[in-house]
């Protein structure tokens, strides 16, 4: 237990505000934490799984009312309402700490209070911020447990200092009407009530690690952002790492543990997972920009993950995961899920604990956002510097996104401000990692728009300012569309592995080794600097995916303006010069 005393104060306005029947502090070890699957399985908050099959796996099912982020229920309650912007919800915020304190008040009687004490990225290291969440759920503390650093050298790397971030999380009743995602930004606060699901509690997830830290980057000169990190490795060893960002669900997590072609890997290629979903970057003594992964293990959606879509996210499930939402195979003990293979099991519970005969079901046996929680250690390519204090440089930064038309395979941006633009324009179809309707188009700059903890257009001005600090050493900015289809709806590009293809354009692009064409949107390749080779797939097919249709981009500027205007004064000069810019080489 912590003798830091702005950490002790605050606990016991805990124990004063949620009347506890005990305290337990995590202290990281695995006895403890042993201990506490012990109790989930006994109350049937957890389910023990097969543990030849699956070693130290087990399965939670939330309430069907509680199974996605609520972007309706979360709240950024800054002290000012414009500063947390258009594209945010915005509550007072000390009406809205006396609300949720009024919902919390006595909600752990009976209960445990857990103490989790957390560090986003490596426990010292100088990139790495921390955290204090309270919980009454042991699911919370398990998931925390993979997903983040716990425990007592958390606290000592803490010393004295009242730098560090307070979380209350209380699962009350699981009401979906008093259910609130709270964020005070000025006071490094978050609160979470009335939600058992993981992106909803895990505050060291997308609340702590892309809402409140956003804000702290934008004080302190670095970027939060929502990004994979991968290395690649040429056959000489130089290893070149990248940043990507895509929404939800878009197959970020596929692009971060890729795995080469053949034809790559027999030359000596590789691919380093740094990061599958949060990067947190700033500007290194050698005047490059230097990401860490604060997280410590993966938070992936189940449905699509199988031995072909990605074969090394598969491999981090099988040891140390928690599972939820899936469905239980009644017959082996173990889970499935849809397009994990093509059996469903005949003997089985679905993710509501109903019975379920994936044969004949016209239902789902695993809901479209259940997840797994894996250790990323677990991970066949985890980067050997994935737990490097000074984390690794970043040669590029890719945006990317769902488009079934419009924006070629590949593009780069024309200079850091146009890539502030490029990222700040793109736009997907929305999936099911937020509650809401699918298949709709939405513009997300940066894959940022659910977890910015302030105003956007302050964000784009960050990001501008960004690019002054860096200089000519700033990342060079790419955007990539996996999801071009042809006129049946058919994907064009075969994607997965063979993304890698384009990666290594990327990369040539970064070290000058390649020429592009010129378009009105940006540096697009020419379709013979693609290698191609050991695919079945023409270079005709490639030309078509990386032809910009200037009409179909017209519209698209139209869009942009459109969106701009929500921004008002805040949105930077430099982008509205950009988009008239755009403008004007596509009349041309």
Request: glycine residues 8%.
């Amino acid at each position: 237990m912590t003798t830091n005393k702005s950490v002790l104060a605050w606990i016991d306005e805990m124990k004063t505000l949620l009347s506890p029947e005990k305290v337990v502090w995590i202290d990281g070890s695995e006895e403890q934490l042993e201990e506490l699957r012990a109790i989930a399985c006994s109350t049937g908050e957890l389910t023990k799984l097969n543990q030849e099959e699956l070693p130290g796996c087990y399965l939670h099912r939330t309430k069907p009312n509680d199974v996605a982020r609520v972007e309706d229920r979360t709240f950024i309650c800054s002290r000012k309402e414009e500063d947390a912007g258009p594209t945010n919800n915005w509550k007072d915020p000390q009406e809205t700490y006396k609300m949720l304190f009024d919902i919390a008040r006595n909600s752990y009687k009976g209960r445990t209070m857990y103490v989790i004490p957390y560090s986003m990225g490596p426990v010292g290291s100088p990139l790495a911020e921390i955290g204090f969440e309270v919980t009454d759920s042991i699911y919370v503390v398990l998931n925390m447990s993979i997903m983040t650093r716990v425990g007592v050298k958390v606290e000592e790397a803490l010393g004295d200092s009242e730098n560090w971030i307070k979380g209350l999380h209380s699962s009350c009743d699981i009401d979906p009407e008093k259910r609130y995602i709270c964020h005070f930004p000025e006071d490094n606060y978050i609160i979470s009530v009335n939600s058992a699901y993981g992106g909803n509690v895990l505050l060291g997830k997308k609340c702590f690690a892309l809402r409140i830290a956003s804000y702290l980057g934008k004080n302190n000169e670095w970027m939060a952002e929502h990004m994979l990190i991968l290395g690649i490795e040429n056959p000489q060893g130089e290893i070149k790492y990248v940043t990507a960002a895509f929404p939800s669900a878009c197959g970020k997590t596929n692009l971060a543990m890729l795995i080469p072609p053949e034809g790559y890997r027999k030359n000596g290629y590789k691919v380093w997972t740094v990061g599958d979903d949060i990067a947190w970057m700033r500007k290194g003594p050698d005047g490059r920009l230097w990401a860490i992964n604060p997280e410590n293990g993966f938070f992936g959606v189940a449905p699509g993950t199988n031995e072909k879509s990605n074969p090394n996210a598969l491999a981090s499930t099988k040891k140390g995961t928690i599972f939820t939402n899936v469905a239980l195979n009644l017959d082996t003990n173990t889970v499935w899920w849809e397009g994990l293979d093509k059996n469903p099991p005949e003997h089985a519970l679905n993710w509501k604990g109903e019975p379920w005969n994936g044969k004949t079901a016209t239902e789902k046996g695993a809901h479209p956002n259940s997840r797994f929680t894996a250790p990323a250690k677990n991970c066949p390519c985890i980067s050997p510097e994935f737990d490097n204090p000074s984390g690794v440089p970043i040669s590029a930064i890719i945006f990317g996104g769902r488009r079934a038309q419009t924006t070629p395979l590949v593009y780069q941006s024309r200079s850091w401000d146009n890539g502030v633009f490029v990222g700040s324009i793109m736009a997907s179809e929305t999936t099911a990692a937020a509650a809401g309707a699918t298949g709709v188009l939405r513009r997300d700059p940066m894959a940022m728009l659910p977890f910015c903890g302030y105003h956007m257009g302050d964000y784009f001005g960050h990001w501008c300012d960004m690019g002054k600090v860096l200089g000519d050493k700033a990342p060079k900015i790419f955007n990539v569309n996996w999801f071009r289809v042809d006129d049946e709806g058919n994907f064009i590009w075969p994607g997965f592995g063979d993304n890698f293809r384009v990666l290594e354009w990327i990369i040539k692009r970064c070290e000058g080794k390649v020429d592009a064409n010129e378009t009105a949107i940006g540096y697009v390749p020419y379709a013979d600097d693609i290698n191609l080779e050991g695919l079945d797939f023409s270079k005709e097919q490639l030309e078509e995916i990386l032809y910009v249709d200037n009409e179909k981009w017209a519209k698209e500027a139209e869009g942009i303006t459109e969106f701009y205007k929500k921004f008002g004064d805040k949105l930077p000069k430099q982008l509205a010069k950009e988009l008239d810019a755009l403008k004007e080489r596509l009349a041309k």
